[in-house]
């Protein structure tokens, strides 16, 4: 085998395994569809319902009563977060609230669940700032 073809097949891989690693589900947040994630918010006491958009994005319309970490500051935040909370997160379109369920995860957070397909997804009411 000729060493650019090699080359092709390790790049090739590594791209594959790149994609696969930034959508594959988050191993244990559970992923709910806009009817699941409204149903969880209305039967859970003890959660924190988390909105990881930007500050902008979260000013155009946000879920009542949702608090904004955005995902670029959730490392520097994680103290705002109760561990002994449920924790409901969403995005726009549901990739920043896994991404922010892995960061969540390696610092010991369990109890998480996400919107699927994002707050694009969500059938209810938004509030604005």
């Excluded at 896994?98 to 509030?127: C, E």
Aim: proline fraction near 3%; hydrophobic fraction near 35%; charge should be positive.
């Amino acid at each position: 085998m000729e060493i650019g073809t090699v080359i092709n097949v390790a790049i090739l891989v590594l791209l594959v395994w790149f994609g696969f690693s930034r959508l594959r589900p988050a191993k244990g947040l559970r992923t709910l569809k806009s009817n699941e994630f409204k149903s969880e918010m209305e039967q859970l006491k003890n959660r924190l319902l988390l909105d990881v958009r930007e500050q902008n994005e979260y000013k155009r319309g946000y879920i009542p009563n949702a608090k904004n970490i955005p995902l670029s500051q959730l490392q520097q935040r994680l103290g705002e977060i109760p561990k002994e909370q449920d924790i409901l997160l969403y995005c726009q379109s549901g990739m920043r609230s896994k991404n922010a369920a892995r960061v969540l995860q390696k610092h010991g957070y369990t109890r998480l669940a996400h919107l699927r397909g994002g707050v694009s997804t969500w059938s209810g009411k938004l509030t604005r700032s």
